[in-house]
């Protein structure tokens, strides 16, 4: 079973490579941002504690975060089909956090694989995503356009954007990502498990050049194969 972590900044495409892997490889996706997201859209008490915390692009505690992935990483068919975290670990507390968790379930990290791409690119493609409000596709209204204006190409819903792509917020994640996620990159490369790619190009070229760092064997996402 392998644990594959997606490091890098917002906007850097995380969300998107973790799909086409999961696709490709059966890997389950366990995505902090989208479970976080998903409990406030239901209104639960969770997503009312870090609703305000996240619309201001500010991390969530890391005791929430850390039981979040805990919970996911205990259920048997997670376990089977391994993982690609995405978005966590976000700081260095939540990597010791997730060592014990490791150490304690038998598990052990395989890779972290960080996604590089320019700052300018980062806040252009952040504040150009649009998200279906039905199927959660994502757009980008400058390099991936949908066909119709705010209009999901995949099931017809209207586009949003999420609250914390807006400029200043972006711009606030960016700087938080700064602080207190990039030092993980030291921490892992110490370990010898970093593996980069370069995410400014096309998803087709980050989902290949992916496969290969992560030593997949290159699988496309629309063959939805469980592995090769
Ligand atoms: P993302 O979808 O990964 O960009 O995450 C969106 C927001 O969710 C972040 O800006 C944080 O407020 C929160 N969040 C997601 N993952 C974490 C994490 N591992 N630690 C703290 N906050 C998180």
Same mark, same amino acid.
């Given at each position: 079973m392998a644990i594959v972590v997606l490091l890098g900044p +917002?906007?850097?495409g995380k969300g998107t490579l973790a799909e086409s892997l999961c696709a490709a490889f059966g890997f389950a996706h366990i995505s902090t941002g989208d479970i976080l997201r998903e409990e406030i859209r239901q209104g639960t008490e969770l997503g009312r504690r870090v609703s305000a915390c996240m619309e201001s692009g500010a991390l969530v505690p890391d005791d929430v975060v850390t039981a979040i992935v805990a919970g996911r990483l205990g259920q048997d068919t997670v376990r089977q089909a391994g993982s690609l975290l995405d978005?966590? +670990? *976000?700081?260095v507390r939540q990597a010791e956090l997730f060592d014990r968790m490791l150490a304690s379930g038998g598990m052990a990290l395989d890779r972290v694989l960080l996604l590089e791409a320019d700052r300018d690119l980062l806040v252009r493609r952040l504040t150009a995503r649009r998200v279906c409000s039905q199927c959660r596709t994502v757009f980008n209204v400058i390099f991936q356009p949908p066909g119709? &204006?705010?209009? @999901? &190409? *995949? @099931?017809g819903a209207e586009l949003r954007q999420r609250p914390d792509d807006m400029e200043a917020t972006a711009l606030e994640r960016l700087a938080v990502y700064e602080e207190q996620t990039a030092p993980l990159v030291a921490f892992y490369a110490r370990r010898g498990v970093v593996v980069r790619v370069d995410?400014?190009?096309a998803r087709e070229v980050v989902h290949r050049d992916a496969c290969v760092a992560l030593g997949l064997g290159v699988l496309s996402a629309e063959r939805d194969g469980k592995g090769s």
């Open positions: +917002p906007g850097a978005g966590f +670990p *976000r700081t119709r &204006d705010g209009v @999901c &190409d *995949r @099931c995410a400014g190009r």
